[in-house]
């Protein structure tokens, strides 16, 4: 079982859609919860950040983070063409330093 | 303020040979973390520096050493070079501080891609 694990997509959505992206994790330890965007070519740029269960909310992006489920999801409301990249989920564990552990990405395809 | 910067932004190299990458972490950071990214992957954890030392490593043979200077920027080695070490190479700085929560973000460089042939 992999670490952290998103959906392989790739994820398709009409411009103005709600785009759901998902993530899971194995292991209970994980702290701290993270999404990343990557476009093709360019290096991962912060999303969002997470770190207790519920939601959180960042213009048309919102984190949800459900522990017990170890499972962390991102909403991107009103998708635009701009948005599409792909989206890297990343995890660190307690006490273990600064390590990110990164799933493998959900490629999101926004259209016109 | 600038952010995280990386030299060189691409490279070749041949099979055996060696090469070094360099990172300048953000302004005020002290944290610098090195990460692997191989095309349709997540990026892996190579290791991290914090103090000028080496504070965590990941499942990355000995091949592969890093070096962090006073000023808090960072240099990635990779020796006898295999095809397989063919990928995009990221630098991301965070801040430790004296407190080290653990919820520390990490910024990430514009990446180093290396081909090996």
């Known amino acids: 079982q992999k670490e952290v694990e998103q959906n392989s997509g790739p994820l398709s959505v009409p411009e103005g859609a709600i785009a759901s992206l998902n993530c899971t994790y194995s292991d209970r330890g994980s702290q701290s919860f993270f999404w990343y965007r990557q476009y093709s070519g360019k290096s991962p740029e912060l999303i969002m950040s997470?770190?207790?269960?519920g939601d959180k909310e960042d213009g048309r992006f919102t984190a949800q983070l459900n522990k017990a489920s170890q499972y962390v999801s991102l909403l991107i409301r009103d998708s635009q063409p701009s948005d599409s990249a792909t989206y890297l989920c990343a995890v660190r564990l307690y006490n273990q330093g600064g390590k990110l552990i990164f799933g493998q990405g959900t490629e999101l395809s926004v259209k016109p | 303020d600038a952010g995280v910067t990386q030299s060189p932004t691409h490279l070749i190299k041949t099979r055996g040979q060696q090469v070094t990458l360099r990172c300048s972490p953000k302004s005020g950071h002290d944290t610098v973390s090195w990460y692997q990214q191989a095309l349709g992957q997540g990026p892996q954890f190579i290791f991290q520096?914090?103090?000028?030392?080496?504070?965590q490593r990941g499942n990355f043979p000995d091949r592969f050493s890093g070096h962090q200077f006073p000023n808090y920027s960072s240099e990635l080695n990779v020796n006898a070079l295999l095809l397989g070490d063919s990928a995009l190479y990221l630098c991301?700085?965070?801040?430790?501080?004296?407190?080290?929560?653990?919820?520390?973000?990490?910024?990430f460089g514009p990446g180093t891609r290396l081909l090996v042939l």
């Open positions: 997470i770190y207790s269960n």
């Open positions: 520096y914090y103090e000028e030392e080496e504070r």
């Open positions: 991301a700085s965070s801040l430790t501080g004296s407190s080290g929560t653990g919820r520390e973000t990490q910024y």
